[in-house]
């Protein structure tokens, strides 16, 4: 599944979170993400994307928006 992404880093840069998730049709996937959830890496995000849908990471790209 491919994911367009949109996220805001904190004031360090190191973390963000996600503000929008969208799939590839525009269908809302922002559920799937805790308000407060912060992530180091795309590939982080990616994973507990994956986890959440019960795929595997490999199944899943993000595309930062």
Request: hydrophobic share 40%.
């Amino acid at each position: 599944m491919i994911f367009q992404v949109i996220v805001e880093y904190s004031e360090s840069g190191d973390v963000f979170q996600v503000t929008e998730l969208h799939d590839e049709s525009g269908t809302d996937y922002g559920f799937l993400i805790p308000y407060d959830e912060r992530f180091l890496s795309m590939v982080d995000l990616g994973a507990f994307i994956a986890y959440k849908l019960k795929l595997e990471p490999s199944e899943i790209e993000l595309e930062e928006v």
